[in-house]
Structure formats: C-alpha cells, structure tokens
C-alpha cells in the first residue's frame, strides 16, 4: 500500500499482561521466526523523541488526530555503532517511516542545535523538513524512551510482531549516551505491548496464534506515556540540551 508515494504498513497496538505474554510467545515460537538481529533475548530501544513550541506531537496523539507525525533518533543496547534518525508518520491505522543514518558527531549537533546545516544538505525530504522544523517551530528534544523488545518476522506479508516491555522514561537530558541519565517508570511492570505490523496481510495461522479477537485494540503512544512521567517529574516542557 502506497500514500503520495511513501510504502505504508498496518499497525495495531494492544495491552497484554505477563501471562498472555508467555502464552503467545510460546505459540508464534512454533510459526514465525525470531528476528535475525535480536534472537531470544530481543533488544533494548532508547528513542528520543521531538516535539515543537506547541507540543504538536504529543497533543495531536492526544486529540486523536488522525494524520500526524513524529521525529526520533533511535540507538539500539545503549550502543553508538547504529544511530537512526527517524520520522514517523500515521496515516489512521497504518504507518510510513523514513531514516537517515547519523554520525555520533551529527547526533551531537542536533541536540544541542549547532551546526544542523547538514540536514538541509541532505539528499533526503525528511531531514531537509526536521532542519526547517528546528528553526521555524523550535522542534527539540522532548524526552527519551527506554524499552526491552522481543521480535518475531515473518517473510509471508512481510509481518512483524513485537513485545515490548519494561517501558521508562528518561527525563532530564537529551543525552541518550549519558550514564547518568535519570529513569523513571512509566508502565506497570506487569504490562506489555503488543504491537501488530504488517503490509497488505496478514496470515490466518498468525492471526489465529495471537487471537486479536480476544484483545481490544488502543492508541497506545510510548511517547506519550513518558512525556507524562517527564512532565511530572520536570515540569519545565522539555529536557536540558547536554554539552559534550
């Protein structure tokens, strides 16, 4: 599926306890394969999310609007060998995203909102629009996202099902590298997230396996979820740019 030109994917996103967890991980063992790049044990996912003056991304969630978008650099296991920039975009129930590969260098500069003119330079729409978002609408650093996720693919509609779990917040630097970065809870220990993505289809046998009809489907935004933890534990609306 296509929308002016960009590949879209579904997207559904549910509330799980532990024991649906455990019971569902153990069937799709049997049908789907673990993710290449993760195997068993899954990965960590530190994200770090944008917002502007207006608090566009968090209050367009909010208000349920239905075509909105956020920007994210996203590094995986605290590690700086892969560092993404990434914009998401939703369109209702699917999704698009695009990405640029950063230097630690140029992660740096962003944060701290010197020298970006290398985003204008890019050959890409994505970054060139995020540069004149930073100097337009004041796009910055809003709040980091911490979770564990485990992955299981499918070639077959090209699906991905994914656990996420032990959901906290980073609330008080824009460093995803800083080990001093403060952590805050922001989900129930006992609760996951199981989130559904695929492209034009999905097969019966995965469907059957996870038993959606059991589950409701939410908007759930790990985004959101940490702003209100940030904002409670730092009521200034975004977090400190760190020097190096």
Known sequence: MHFKGKQLRHEFKYYINYHEYTYLKARLEGIMAYDKNSGKDGYHIRSLYFDDLYDTAMNEKLSGVQFRQKYRIRIYNKEDNIIKLERKEKFSDTISKQSLTL?????????????????????????QQMFWHIRTRQ???????????????CEEGNV???????????????????????????????????????????????LNALQIHSHKKEAISKYVYCRMVQLKWNPARRVLRKER
Do not use: W
């Not at 779990?165 to 922001?186: Q, S, W």
């Open 103 to 127: 230097s630690k260098e140029q992660f740096y500069h962003i944060i701290e909102n010197d020298n970006i003119d290398f985003l204008l330079h890019s050959e890409k729409e994505m970054p």
């Open 160 to 206: 991905r099902i994914t656990f996420d779990k032990n959901l906290e917040a980073g609330i008080d630097t824009a460093d995803i590298f800083d080990p001093k970065m403060t952590i805050v809870k922001a989900f129930p220990p006992e609760a996951l997230i199981l989130e559904v993505k695929y492209d034009d289809y999905i097969p019966d046998y995965i």
């Open 139 to 153: 796009l910055a650093p809003a709040v980091v996202v911490d979770y564990q996720r485990e992955v299981f693919t």
